[in-house]
């Protein structure tokens, strides 16, 4: 009997114990973590990729945007753009220049690649050098699961390339290999190969997208700054619209006369004719009664 309420009083003071260290201590935790963490390690290993690209801090994000700026004069502010893209980590990908008018200013248009996480203090800089904002938009793609997807295309293909290889280089000790044996190893090695360097492509492309951000900025010249001349009172412009009046006047003139004497001369001939006749014949009559 006495036996027994040790034992029992030894169960509740272990259990006791038990419960404190389970309450304040990390050890507790220990048993039941190391599974968890052989399992996650264990999918990671089935799936053959290390989840870089779904964390948070390693997702694959392109950013775009479009600026319109005011500026006094955009051919020089182009310059700028250029110096301003080299120090924020990128370059001028294309740039475009054109005029409305011979004698007008210029505009610009350039697109520029600067790296994605100084983005907004290159917007911030350009905003400094303009007079104006006209327009300014933003934009983010998510390509994290695309980018996943072609690196496990990638690492199943360059699997299967050199089992391919390891197929051929058997193939070749056979005694009894064939050369057409040789030549199906071959041209599947070869469809592999042709596979993994479109995706490694892709992915390179992906990676420049990423690492760079792409900015349409637009050059405007101040309309406060153009000049009078494009819009007010020109001695020139005024005597050529007079020219060009006073030419489309005399051509349709010369229309006129020309189907007064083609079209309607000959109709006013065919009416005219008859009518004479029938006023001569009834004259005449009048006179034969006469006498």
Same mark, same amino acid.
């Given at each position: 009997? =006495?036996?027994?309420?040790?034992?029992?009083?030894?169960?509740?003071?272990?259990?006791?114990?038990?419960?404190?260290?389970? %309450?304040?201590? %990390?050890?507790?935790?220990?048993?039941?973590?190391?599974?968890?963490?052989?399992?996650?390690?264990?999918?990671?290993?089935?799936?053959?990729?290390?989840? %870089?690209?779904?964390?948070?801090?390693?997702?694959?994000?392109?950013?775009?945007?479009?600026?319109?700026?005011?500026?006094?004069?955009?051919?020089?502010?182009?310059?700028?753009?250029?110096?301003?893209?080299?120090?924020?980590?990128?370059?001028?990908?294309?740039?475009?220049?054109?005029?409305?008018?011979?004698?007008?200013?210029?505009?610009?248009?350039?697109?520029? =690649?600067?790296?994605?996480?100084?983005?907004?203090?290159?917007?911030?800089?350009?905003?400094?050098?303009?007079?104006?904002?006209?327009?300014?938009?933003?934009? %983010?793609?998510?390509?994290?699961?695309?980018?996943?997807?072609?690196?496990?295309?990638?690492?199943?293909?360059?699997?299967?390339?050199?089992?391919?290889?390891?197929?051929?280089?058997?193939?070749?000790?056979?005694?009894?290999?064939?050369?057409?044996?040789?030549?199906?190893?071959?041209?599947?090695?070869?469809?592999?190969?042709?596979?993994?360097?479109?995706?490694?492509? =892709?992915?390179?492309?992906?990676?420049?997208?990423?690492?760079?951000?792409?900015?349409?900025?637009?050059?405007?010249?101040?309309?406060?700054?153009?000049?009078?001349?494009?819009? @007010?009172?020109?001695?020139?412009?005024?005597?050529?619209?007079?020219?060009?009046?006073?030419?489309?006047?005399?051509?349709?003139?010369?229309?006129?006369?020309?189907?007064? @004497?083609?079209?309607?001369?000959?109709?006013?001939?065919?009416?005219?004719?008859?009518?004479?006749?029938?006023?001569?014949?009834?004259?005449?009559?009048?006179?034969?009664?006469?006498?």
């Amino acid at each position: 009997m =006495r036996r027994g309420l040790i034992i029992v009083a030894l169960a509740a003071v272990l259990a006791a114990c038990g419960n404190g260290e389970t %309450s304040g201590g %990390s050890n507790a935790f220990e048993p039941v973590g190391a599974p968890l963490t052989e399992r996650a390690a264990s999918v990671k290993d089935m799936a053959g990729y290390d989840g %870089s690209v779904v964390a948070d801090e390693g997702r694959k994000i392109i950013e775009t945007a479009s600026i319109d700026l005011e500026v006094a004069d955009p051919e020089a502010s182009s310059a700028t753009v250029h110096l301003l893209a080299t120090q924020y980590g990128g370059y001028v990908s294309a740039e475009q220049t054109y005029r409305e008018l011979a004698d007008g200013p210029a505009f610009s248009t350039l697109q520029v =690649r600067v790296a994605a996480d100084q983005l907004e203090a290159f917007i911030e800089a350009l905003k400094t050098e303009a007079l104006d904002v006209r327009s300014l938009s933003t934009s %983010s793609q998510d390509i994290s699961e695309e980018y996943g997807d072609l690196e496990a295309q990638l690492k199943n293909l360059t699997a299967y390339e050199e089992e391919l290889r390891l197929l051929l280089a058997d193939v070749r000790e056979r005694p009894d290999a064939k050369p057409d044996d040789l030549l199906n190893v071959f041209e599947s090695i070869r469809q592999v190969r042709g596979e993994i360097e479109q995706l490694q492509g =892709r992915q390179r492309l992906y990676d420049s997208q990423v690492a760079l951000a792409t900015v349409s900025v637009n050059l405007t010249p101040s309309e406060s700054l153009e000049p009078i001349a494009k819009e @007010g009172w020109s001695v020139g412009t005024i005597f050529r619209n007079a020219l060009r009046g006073l030419v489309a006047g005399l051509q349709w003139l010369a229309s006129a006369v020309i189907w007064l @004497g083609v079209f309607l001369l000959p109709i006013l001939l065919l009416i005219l004719i008859p009518v004479a006749i029938v006023f001569w014949i009834v004259k005449r009559r009048r006179g034969v009664k006469a006498d």
